[in-house]
């Protein structure tokens, strides 16, 4: 990000000496608002419904005790349709725009059906139980876009369509329903214990979208839709990477989205100065 920054800076300043490449008294910042419906990908629907409720073997809470504990609870799945929120903060230059396309979700969450759960021993000779807790299953998501679009039908049109695309990051944090043991894919002998806690997990992203908007002055509506490209990285969990590939599902997070936005568009230097003409 910094470098970007620095691109930026050196092109402004390069366009002050050469005032043929743009005009920056034109530019013209601007914030928006937005919310939108979102619907998950087969693959990402059964991504998250896989990882998100992973079991595998216990532990008890006794250390003089190795034995490995089996038990499960039913949890009701994830909905593939989750509502997404989205703030923006950019600028413009005669139709040409690009922004910061900050965006977050409402956390989603599946919950236990009761406080704890009975887990047993395989070993049926000399079976052995425990009583494991049970959490509710959550998980969010987050990240930034980096945009680009334009103004097809001119800078200052009541009606516009703007089509635009950017790339980004991506942050999934999932809560798992119980302290499940988590073995190392190289070691089977070493493993780790997942916590009361979020793990996360990044990803560059992709995003493409197409926006109708009314432009009344410096305020403007849009209604915008498009789809957002993601592909997530192995879980790290306490030094272990929870193998998606015996869940048989890939790191899929796309999603398709269709929502409204609102945004404010600052006067450049340039119309200050018609203004004070006026």
């Known amino acids: ?26 530019i013209r910042g601007f914030i928006s608002f937005g919310a939108d419906f979102r619907g998950m990908m087969p693959g990402f629907n059964d991504y998250i419904n896989n990882v998100a409720f992973t079991t595998s073997a216990l532990q008890s809470s006794s250390k003089n005790d190795t034995s490995l504990y089996y038990g499960a609870a039913k949890f009701k799945k994830f909905n593939k349709f989750y509502p997404g929120l989205h703030f923006n903060v950019g600028a413009q230059y005669k139709q040409f725009l690009t922004w910061i396309n900050f965006n977050f979700m409402i956390t989603q969450t599946s919950e236990r059906p009761r406080s ?3 887990a047993s021993t395989q070993d049926t000779s000399n079976s052995k139980s425990i009583t494991a807790p049970l959490y509710d299953a959550r998980w969010f998501a987050y990240g930034a876009d980096w945009m680009f679009g334009w103004k097809t039908l001119g ?15 991506n942050m999934m ?3 798992f329903t119980s302290n499940y043991v ?16 979020y793990y996360s997990t990044m990803a560059a992203s992709f995003n493409a979208e197409l926006e109708a908007r009314l432009q009344f002055d410096q305020f403007s509506v849009g209604l915008y839709g498009g789809y957002h490209v993601v592909r997530y990285n192995e879980f790290n969990v306490e030094g272990s990477d929870l193998n998606t590939i015996v869940n048989n599902t890939d790191n899929d997070g796309d999603t398709w989205f269709v929502g409204l936005r609102f945004t404010w568009t600052f006067l450049s230097f340039w119309d200050k100065k018609q203004e004070d003409k006026i």
Do not use: C, Q, W
């Open 1 to 26: 990000m910094a470098a970007v920054f620095g691109v930026l800076a050196f092109a402004t300043n390069s366009s002050a000496a050469d005032e043929g490449f743009y005009d920056k008294d034109h």
């Open 116 to 118: 704890t759960m009975l």
């Open 155 to 169: 800078e200052n049109a009541f009606f516009n369509l703007i089509p635009a695309i950017g790339i980004g990051f």
């Open 173 to 175: 944090n999932v809560h």
């Open 182 to 197: 988590v073995f190392n894919n190289t070691n089977k002998s070493d493993y780790a214990v997942m916590r009361d806690r």
